[in-house]
């Protein structure tokens, strides 16, 4: 079985300030999880089934078959309650930690893949923030930074060696079987605010959950991602139809 995660860089913890319960740090686990439910995205006319590492679509206009996807995440933050280091200072690093980026094989049967695990500063941690995003180094970058990216985009090359820097995500699978390998350019931001607080070290893992289902699907059609076979397609909206949430829990 293929590893679910080519590539990932480690979370840095940013602050230098301790929770006020006197704890130090506890281990926390970043993952993405995929839905192994066809609940979500059934219908008349449509119907979707999963197998070990695929995702069946059946629309009234074929059948599309997705046996891999690979995306892009390049930031992960987690910030600090305002108040969490108290008398630690009033530096912006004081409250959050942020990591990587990685790149992600989802696991398209359901489940879930760790992305991260790290110890970090134990407090009170209010949002959750992920970014999916191509690796094109800006201006600002440093080198480390820049050595990140084009890791990522060499590890992405080994498998898809046609794809484009300007993109963030790939799919690869058959519509009415016939093959395609489609790339996304996909600039996503998501924020997750937490009615209650994510707390280190209670709390030991953050979990996006994501429907890719929902991204190949318009009414009782399925997306014809034949004719879309080598090229890149924004993707962005789309992107964020998929996205059921994040949790967080022990």
Not at 193 to 201: E, G, I, L, Q, S
């Amino acid at each position: 079985m293929r590893s679910k995660l080519i590539a990932a860089s480690l979370l840095l913890p940013l602050a230098a300030c301790s929770d006020s319960t006197g704890s130090d740090s506890g281990s926390v686990a970043v993952r993405f999880r995929t839905s192994g439910s066809s609940a979500a995205v059934s219908g008349a006319g449509f119907s979707r089934s999963a197998a070990a590492d695929a995702i069946t679509l059946t629309g009234t206009n074929g059948t599309l078959v997705i046996d891999d996807i690979r995306l892009i995440v390049s930031k992960l933050e987690l910030e600090r309650a305002e108040d969490s280091c108290a008398g630690g200072g009033d530096d912006d690093d004081c409250e959050e930690f942020e990591g990587g980026p990685f790149l992600v094989d989802l696991p398209l049967g359901g489940g879930a893949v760790t992305l991260a695990e790290a110890a970090i500063e134990a407090g009170s941690y209010t949002e959750f923030e992920f970014e999916v995003e191509d690796v094109e180094a800006d201006d600002d970058d440093d080198s480390a930074e820049r050595g990140a990216m084009q890791a990522v985009l060499t590890q992405m090359r080994q498998a898809y060696p046609a794809f484009p820097s300007g993109a963030s995500m790939v799919a690869h699978g058959t519509f009415n079987g016939q093959r395609f390998t489609v790339y996304f350019d996909a600039e996503v931001e998501v924020e997750q605010k937490f009615a209650t607080p994510f707390r280190v070290p209670e709390d030991g893992a953050l979990t996006v959950k994501l429907n890719p289902a929902l991204w190949f699907r318009s009414g009782t059609q399925v997306t014809n991602l034949f004719l879309l076979n080598g090229k890149t397609v924004e993707f962005e909206a789309k992107f964020k139809s998929g996205i059921e949430g994040v949790d967080h829990d022990d």
